[in-house]
C-alpha cells in the first residue's frame, strides 16, 4: 500500500468547515482512498473512500485531486464532537488491511 | 443493535499468564481483524480471517494466537511469549476482504500486564 503525509495537528473553528489534507503521491491505480477517525479511547470509525472521484456523505466529502497523488477530508460544519485523529490511507483493491500511521489530530474550537 | 462487541473494556493481568480478548460481531461479516494500538501510535495488524476456520498472520503476530470457529466471533489469546502486551486492541471486522469494503471496528480492550 502506498505510505501517506498528513500534518501532525491541526485546530479549526467551530461551525467552521474543516479541510484535512493528505498527500499519496505514490498511490497506484487500483488503491483506494480512505479516512477514518479516532476520538480518544475509543475505535476507530469509517468516514468516507473513494478511487477516483469525489465522493460526499452525511459525514463528509472526499476531494481526491485528477492525479490522485493528494486528497482532502472536508467537515463542512465542524462541532465539538469532530475533534479526533484523522487518519488517511490508502488501500490496495487485494489489500487485507488498513495501515493506520499517525494521522492528523484536529481540535475544534469554541 | 448490529456491531461489534469487545469485553471486557480494561483488563488486568500479571506477567507470565495468558489472557483472551473477545470479538464479537452480529454484522454478518465474512472477514475479522486484530489490530494492536500502542499510545500515540497508529494500529498494526495482528492475524485476521477471511473465512470460518482460516486466519493469516499480520504484521506483529508473534506472542498471540487466534481462533475461528464460529462466524461471528474471533477472540485473541495474548500468550506470556507476547514481549510488551500492555496496548489498546481493536477487532474489526468486513463484509469481505480487500480494498472495496471498509472495515468497522469495536470499541477496543486496554490491556494492562504487571
Known amino acids: 500500500d502506498a505510505k501517506t503525509t498528513q500534518p501532525t495537528s491541526m485546530d479549526c473553528a467551530e461551525g467552521r468547515a474543516a479541510n484535512l489534507p493528505c498527500n499519496h503521491s505514490?498511490?497506484?491505480?487500483?488503491?483506494?482512498v480512505y479516512w477514518y477517525r479516532q476520538i480518544h479511547s475509543q475505535g476507530p470509525q469509517y468516514i468516507i473512500h473513494g478511487l477516483k472521484n469525489n465522493e460526499t456523505n452525511e459525514m463528509a466529502s472526499l476531494i481526491i485531486t485528477e492525479d490522485r497523488k493528494s486528497s482532502t477530508l472536508i467537515l463542512p460544519h465542524a462541532t465539538l464532537r469532530d475533534t479526533a485523529v484523522y487518519y488517511c490511507i490508502v488501500r490496495f483493491l487485494y489489500g487485507q488491511n488498513f495501515v493506520f500511521g499517525p494521522g492528523t489530530r484536529l481540535s475544534v474550537l469554541p | 443493535d448490529g456491531g461489534i462487541t469487545q469485553s471486557p473494556k480494561y483488563l488486568f493481568r500479571k506477567e507470565g499468564q495468558n489472557v483472551t480478548l473477545s470479538c464479537e460481531q452480529n454484522l454478518n461479516h465474512d472477514a475479522m481483524y486484530w489490530y494492536r494500538q500502542d499510545p500515540g501510535q497508529g494500529l498494526r495488524l495482528i492475524y485476521y480471517s477471511q473465512i470460518v476456520n482460516d486466519f493469516q498472520k499480520g504484521d506483529i503476530a508473534e506472542g498471540y494466537s487466534v481462533s475461528r470457529e464460529k462466524k461471528e466471533s474471533f477472540p485473541l489469546t495474548v500468550t506470556s511469549a507476547q514481549k510488551n502486551p500492555t496496548a489498546f486492541y481493536l477487532c474489526?471486522?468486513?463484509?469481505?476482504?480487500?480494498?472495496?469494503?471498509?472495515?468497522?471496528f469495536g470499541p477496543g480492550t486496554r490491556l494492562t500486564v504487571t
Open positions: 474489526a471486522s468486513s463484509p469481505g476482504s480487500g480494498g472495496l469494503y471498509e472495515q468497522y
Open positions: 505514490t498511490i497506484s491505480g487500483n488503491e483506494y
